[in-house]
Nanobody, 123 residues
Framework: QVQLVESGGGLVQAGGSLRLSCAASGRTFGTYTMAWFRQAPGKEREFVAATTWTGSSTYYASSVKGRFTISRDNAKNTVYLQMNSLKPEDTAVYYC????????????????WGQGTQVTVSS
């Protein structure tokens, strides 16, 4: 069982930066694929980024590639999402997710979810 708690969301102007954190409980955090998803009002939850359990491979949605960076610190049981050059269309609730198997680009295969953190980008 893994519990995930996101933090770091907030209000930022377009062009600004935020870093989201996702703290995980459980001794086996280092074995999980970790991902970030987001959901804007009236839209489906969408994949943002993911990292393998070692952190050696990362994957990004085309809409955030080059602006967002996912990383993890297995010693701290934490995964991060550094978001730069933020745009109003990045406004959403951001969720952290975990699964034991390989990276998936849809929400269904993920077993554990955080409660979400709101990111609002003003124009």
């Amino acid at each position: 069982q893994v519990q995930l708690v996101e933090s770091g969301g907030g209000l930022v102007q377009a062009g600004g930066s935020l870093r989201l954190s996702c703290a995980a409980s459980g001794r086996t955090f280092g074995t999980y694929t970790m991902a970030w998803f987001r959901q804007a009002p009236g839209k489906e939850r969408e994949f943002v980024a993911a990292t393998t359990w070692t952190g050696s491979s990362t994957y990004y949605a085309s809409s955030v590639k080059g602006r967002f960076t996912i990383s993890r610190d297995n010693a701290k049981n934490t995964v991060y999402l550094q978001m730069n050059s933020l745009k109003p269309e990045d406004t959403a609730v951001y969720y952290c997710a975990a699964r034991l198997s390989r990276v998936a680009y849809v929400q269904g295969p993920y077993d554990y979810w955080g409660q979400g953190t709101q990111v609002t980008v003003s124009s």
